[in-house]
């Protein structure tokens, strides 16, 4: 990878809930890179981490969470006086209330979250709130932010922005809403945006209708998109990259065709194969599901997080050895100790398979 | 927003003839009319009672006409002529005696709503903001202190604290210089010096009870999502927590303040009584109890007619507040 294609670099990322009943390990040693104008999906069973992970990134998380351990290095790129400003922030390191974070916070990286009726004020108009974003970070007056807004909200699609400024979210339908909070995200011109499950909320149209405007606000604006979600449908359509989750650690991270085409992670490998698959008939074929659930978080099992789950779990193995991160080509890890065996012939990951989500 | 004031002055209405209907049944619920009880009253000071006075009265209040004619004379000589009727104790006229200590309670009662929201707000967000930090353990045991303290227990204490350490008589509103003296600046200023007792003790427990209230209310907001949007904007947490958890956590507040004021009226009749403030609560129970059936009835009415008005001053609010409330009737 470029070195300066890089836009996001989390390593070994940590984040620890100190609740009065014990330690919740959200987020237990997090490894990904992201480039720049790429797309990437965080996938994964609810209860993964996935939230946590992006709230990090922002220093958003609730008492009693804190991020413990690790860097997210974010290279950032600004243009002062029409001069390229290039700068690396680990932003693990700043204060969760200081300026310097919050300078980053709506102007760099931006954030769409899952119910937009309840992300958005109930009692301020989406007008306030959007030139509110707006005038946190840019020196304009209102009138400005104002004339800024209604366009952003154009650009959203939303119809009549002018009126739909003095609106409130109650009285938007939930496909406007997501779009209105789409507009105050966008107002700065973030080289990020995280959309956290930003469609689950939604009816199955809207929801395709708000995946295409993301995809082309990311054409259009350059920018970069880490889209969370649970639905692997969404991460086919979607995603340059996927980071897949499980338990708060990364099982496997890859380009999205490798890693459909070659799941190797026996967790990647479940998750395809229970969702339908495009093209191939499942009549008479029931889709397999998950075996098992998430484990509740304070009774984290030890050694693979994935071993009382997994089909190919090796006895005395699996639950001691914490599996190291295996890089198995470019820009592919995958963490499991089926890879770990000094020997094993790597399969070539980019092998052509003959057709998208075969059934392994 | 008009509208909605409007339709609200209009249910208004029939609230405030049933509370006066009731009033009027109140006052009739001694055995005996009105005149009766003047009679007796005058016979058992010795005085002889004139034919024609009486026939006058009669005539006045309409007792010997029905029920609701009397009904009638009695609403509209209040409206039209602010006549409340006679108080037989004092052998004057209701509204001579009740005007002048409706204006000082109310000033009290306002005082004393705005030093409780005062300390409340700041103290209610701090705790919940600083939920389990030990500000909020000390606010809340204080709170609780505030609340289990029975007033007139304050009352005396402070009496006694104040008259001892600071040699100052704290009863009354006022000095015995300025008791009968005309309104004047001084005597305003004497009025202040004086408000700050009762406005303490009465106001101790409703302030204990709404940072129990607000502390509540945010909480409940504090970790809603439109918190963490704003948050995600890049807001500093002072302002993101005031313009968008307080907003939303003032609604139940403003909703209580209907009920504020008619309590702040007569639920400081004891304190009045220790403090001997001449405030309406001492003169209402004394109504009471010597069955002064105009003034009692008059007091009762124009408590819940307050009640009313306090109930659509906050409707009116929250609806300024809330855009839920206003846009969706
Ligand atoms: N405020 C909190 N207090 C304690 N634990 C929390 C809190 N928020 C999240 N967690 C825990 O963190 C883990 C990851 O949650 P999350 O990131 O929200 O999962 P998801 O992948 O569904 O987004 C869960 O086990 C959850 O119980
Ligand atoms: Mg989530």
Not at chain 1, 329 to 355: H, K
């Amino acid at each position: 990878m470029n070195k300066s294609d890089l836009l996001l670099d989390v390593i070994d990322l940590k984040t620890q809930f100190f609740t009065d009943d014990g330690i919740v390990r959200a987020v237990d040693g997090v490894s990904f890179q992201m480039k720049r104008g790429e797309t990437l999906c965080i996938v994964g069973e609810s209860g993964c981490g996935k939230t946590i992970t992006a709230r990090s990134i922002l220093q958003i998380l609730d008492y009693p969470g804190r991020v413990v351990d690790g860097q997210i290095f974010f290279h950032r790129v600004r243009l002062v006086d029409g001069k390229e400003v290039r700068q690396i922030i680990d932003l693990a390191t700043l204060k969760t209330r200081g300026p310097e974070i919050r300078d980053i916070r709506g102007k760099d990286i931006a954030m769409i979250f899952q119910e937009p009726m309840t992300s958005l004020s109930p009692i301020h108009t989406i007008g306030n709130q959007i030139m509110e974003a707006i005038r946190l970070h840019l020196p304009v007056s209102k009138s400005e932010a104002r004339e800024r807004a209604i366009e952003l909200l154009r650009r959203v699609g939303i119809p009549k922005p002018a009126e739909r400024m003095d609106a409130y979210t109650f009285q938007l339908s939930g496909g406007m809403r997501q779009r209105a909070m789409i507009a105050m995200a966008l107002s700065c011109g973030p080289s990020l945006l995280i959309a956290d499950e930003p469609t689950t909320a939604l009816d199955v149209t809207t929801q395709a209708q708000i995946l295409d405007l993301l995809r082309e606000l990311k054409d259009d604006l350059g920018m970069s998109i880490m889209l969370i979600t649970h639905d692997l449908g969404v991460v086919a359509e979607m995603a340059d990259d996927v980071v897949v989750m499980y338990l708060g650690v990364v099982a496997e991270q890859g380009n999205v065709v490798d890693v459909f085409h070659d799941p190797r992670h026996p967790y990647t490998q479940a998750l395809l194969r229970s969702i339908p698959k495009y093209g191939l008939r499942t009549a008479g074929k029931r889709l397999d599901s998950i075996r098992g659930m998430v484990p509740d978080p304070y009774s984290r099992p030890t050694g693979c997080p994935y071993h009382p789950r997994c089909d190919r779990m090796i006895p005395d193995k699996c639950d001691r050895i914490t599996p190291p991160t295996i890089q198995i080509g470019e820009d592919r890890v995958v963490s499991c100790l089926l890879y770990d065996v000094p020997g094993l012939p790597t399969r070539s990951y980019n092998a052509p398979q003959p057709a998208l989500c075969e059934v392994r | 927003m008009l509208q909605f004031v409007a339709r609200r002055i209009l249910y208004m209405i029939p609230t405030l003839i049933i509370v006066s209907i009731i009033s009027f049944i109140i006052i009739q619920l001694p055995p005996g009319d009105y005149l009766t009880t003047v009679v007796t009253n005058l016979r058992a000071t010795g005085e002889t009672v004139d034919e024609a006075t009486l026939a006058a009265m009669e005539q006045r209040y309409g007792l010997n006409q029905p029920i609701y004619v009397q009904y009638w004379k009695w609403i509209t000589g209040i409206l039209l002529r602010g006549d409340f009727g006679q108080s037989f104790e004092w052998n004057q006229p209701v509204s001579a005696l009740i005007w002048g200590r409706l204006g000082l309670t109310f000033t009290m009662s306002l005082a004393t709503l705005l030093f409780t929201w005062a300390v409340a707000f700041p103290v209610g967000i701090f705790s919940a903001v600083r939920q389990y930090s030990i500000g909020d353990y000390i606010a809340t045991f204080i709170g609780y202190v505030g609340l289990a303290v029975p007033d007139f227990l304050l009352a005396l204490i402070l009496m006694y604290v104040a008259f001892k350490v600071f040699n100052q008589s704290v009863g009354g509103l006022f000095s015995p210089d300025y008791v009968d003296a005309p309104w004047s600046w001084s005597k305003v200023w004497d009025l202040l010096k004086h408000l700050w007792v009762p406005v303490l003790i009465i106001g101790t427990g409703g302030t204990a009870g709404l940072i129990r209230v607000m502390r509540a209310n945010l909480l409940d907001e504090l970790h809603k999502p439109y918190v963490v949007t704003a948050r995600a904007k890049g807001m500093t947490e002072a302002r993101l927590i005031l313009k968008y958890p307080v907003r939303v956590a003032l609604n139940p507040f403003v909703s209580t303040v209907g009920w504020t004021l008619p309590i702040l009226v007569s639920g400081s009749a004891v304190v009045s009584i220790v403090l001997a403030l001449p405030t309406t609560g001492p003169l209402l129970l004394r109504a009471l109890m010597s069955q002064d059936m105009y003034l009692a009835g008059s007091f009762i009415m124009l408590l819940s007619v307050l009640t009313v008005i306090g109930t659509f001053i906050s409707d009116i609010l929250l609806a300024w507040l809330d855009p839920r409330i206003r846009l969706t009737q």
